[in-house]
């Protein structure tokens, strides 16, 4: 069992930045393929990227590569989002998410979510 629990959202500015954090509970941790989601008003819940448990392996959406950066800490139990370059369509709700096994893209892929956390990026 692992819960979750996000925070550092905010908002900001287009071309601004926002580090996102999200905090687990659970022993195996470090079993785990992390992912972090959004889902904006009137849309589905999509994928942004993700980071195998070894933290060998990166994973991110197109719409973010070259932007966003994913890390793990797996001593803390903490998975981190740096959003840098952020724009007007990175607003939506960051959600943190959990696997047992090798990366997915799709959320119904994660056992475990947590609360998210509002991000919105003024033009």
């Known amino acids: 069992q692992v819960q979750l629990v996000e925070s550092g959202g905010g908002l900001v500015q287009a071309g601004g930045s926002l580090r996102l954090s999200c905090a687990a509970s659970g022993r195996t941790f470090n079993s785990y393929t992390m992912g972090w989601f959004r889902q904006a008003p009137g849309k589905e819940r999509e994928f942004v990227a993700a980071i195998s448990w070894r933290a060998g392996s990166t994973y991110y959406a197109d719409s973010v590569k070259g932007r966003f950066t994913i890390s793990r800490d797996n001593a803390k139990n903490t998975v981190s989002l740096q959003m840098n370059s952020l724009r007007p369509d990175d607003t939506a709700v960051f959600y943190c998410?959990?696997?047992?096994?090798?990366?997915?893209?799709?959320?119904?892929?994660?056992?475990?979510w947590g609360q998210g956390t509002q991000v919105t990026v003024s033009s």
């Open positions: 998410a959990a696997r047992v096994g090798p990366y997915w893209s799709l959320p119904y892929k994660y056992d475990y």
